[in-house]
């Protein structure tokens, strides 16, 4: 029986973004390295970086990667199989598509007769079909706790008072949230996919958090969704090594300690022409030295000397380095010379920042960020740069970097994010250990 086997198999099927495909990869690795063999599953655009750069040897030969084929038409050809680059109009065809893939994936669970899978929140046919197959699912939430107790809580109680004060928005704020879990696809919105999701998978739930972080939230959403939360941690990568990073590394070796702001939106985020100049202002007022990544979407022909305003990159001089696309994100951040991250709030972005202990100023922009961005202001690590009417202000990106770098109103936030790095870092891999034994167990209850 496939529960005897001495390498257990899991199949793991994340949604079609790098924010997501990021997180299930370095899951994948984890559990490679603890004699589980791995089948990542997604589409060919997708897996073709990860191709390029999984790492040969000893443990990642039981990683396998499986090509999953989405229908293709003339608005969504191959390359539109992700959500990189993708116009924002042809996110629910997306949706639809990779839903419509539901055969192909049957197919797969068919050939490969895995012991388990593992998926993401926005397909709740993957544990139908997994159930049909009789495997046993479970779901893996790329997000905060908080964030998805969040969301959980209004779905399912939308007058009821949510009970951490911390999270208070705007009205209009909030309505944007519903109007997200709304959002239909072929016919079922956001919610349903979500909550669909949770009510599948098995007796518990992995989410890429900390309890040193997140107790309550998780805690919470244990009682809403009636599933255990087994938290995996931060699933980190590990830092690049490219020739190219060595200029930046140099000159950031010339920089006093914690002097110096990162500043980056994360991979799928392209600021507008009026963001870009409220921050290049922003960082100039603030006199703060700086390494700021710029990204323009893959559609665009802009020059960066053309997005940035006019005689920045010459009054900034050696105090500051803009990049472009792309700079080795935990590299930077695990450099002492680091001392804010000017971060989107992305989740994966914000755990990075904890665990090389780095406060964040915190500048969401959609999707879950805002919220993340609460919890990191209420837990002590970061501030939070505030719009004037829906925008930013560049007098304020200062003046939050100035506190949280420089200044003695940020000195608590600063000494609370080194204290969480430790703990952090003192844990090791405890919660990716424990999610294995419960895996484990799933698997030979089966």
């Known amino acids: 029986m496939a529960s005897k086997q001495h390498s257990p198999s899991v199949l793991m099927l994340p949604w ?12 994948a690795k984890r559990l490679a390295e603890r004699n589980f063999h791995v089948y990542l599953c997604s589409t060919p655009i997708n897996l073709k970086p990860i191709r390029k750069t999984l790492p040969s040897g000893q443990i990642f030969p039981s990683i396998q990667l499986i090509d999953i084929h989405l229908p293709s038409s003339p ?8 959500t990189k680059d993708l116009p924002p109009h042809l996110m629910s065809d997306l949706k639809t598509a990779f839903e419509m893939a539901k055969p192909d994936f049957c197919n797969i669970l068919t050939t490969l007769k895995p012991n388990l899978v593992i998926y993401d929140f926005l397909q709740p046919w993957a544990p139908e ?9 479970v779901l893996f939430l790329t997000c905060s706790a908080s964030t998805c107790a969040f969301l959980d809580h209004f779905c399912e109680n939308p007058v009821l008072e949510y009970p951490f004060p911390a999270f208070e928005f705007p ?15 072929n016919g079922v919105t956001n919610k349903e996919r979500y909550l669909g999701c949770l009510a599948r998978s098995s007796s518990i739930v992995l989410i890429k958090t900390s309890r040193e972080i997140e107790e309550k939230y998780i805690d919470y959403l244990s009682v809403l969704t009636g599933k255990e939360m087994v938290t995996v941690g931060p699933l980190l990568q590990d830092p690049t090594n490219k020739d190219e990073d060595t200029v930046i590394m140099e000159w950031l070796s010339k920089q006093e300690a914690s002097s110096v702001v990162f500043v980056s939106f994360g991979s799928e985020y392209f600021l507008s022409k009026e963001e870009i100049e409220e921050i290049a202002y922003g960082l100039e007022l603030s006199k703060v030295s700086f390494i700021w990544v710029v990204r323009f979407h893959g559609g665009e022909r802009i020059r960066l000397d053309e997005a940035l305003p006019e005689g920045f990159q010459e009054r900034a001089g050696e105090r500051g380095m803009v990049l472009e696309g792309w700079a080795p994100q935990a590299k930077i ?43 990191v202001v209420e837990i002590g690590i970061g501030m939070e740069v505030m719009r004037e009417n ?6 304020e990106v200062a003046k939050v970097i100035n506190e949280v770098v420089v200044e003695e109103e940020g000195r608590e936030v600063r000494k609370k994010v080194k204290e969480l790095s430790e703990r952090m870092r003192e844990k090791g891999d405890e919660e990716v250990d424990l999610a294995v034994k419960k895996l484990v167990q799933l698997v030979r209850e089966a």
Do not use: Y
């Open 129 to 137: 079909v997994a159930r049909e197959e009789n495997i046993d699912a």
């Open 75 to 82: 608005e969504l050809p191959p390359h539109f199989h992700t």
């Open 390 to 395: 829906g925008r930013f202000n560049r007098e």
């Open 333 to 375: 951040l695990g450099h002492s010379g680091i001392g804010g991250f000017v971060s989107h709030c992305g989740w994966s972005s914000t755990l990075e920042g904890v665990m090389f202990g780095v406060p964040i100023i915190a500048m969401p922009m959609h999707l879950d960020q805002p919220l993340n961005a609460k919890l």
């Open 16 to 27: 079609l973004a790098h924010g997501h495909m990021s997180p299930f990869l370095e899951l």
């Open 171 to 185: 009205e209009m704020e909030r309505q944007k949230f519903i109007g997200f879990m709304d959002d239909i696809s």
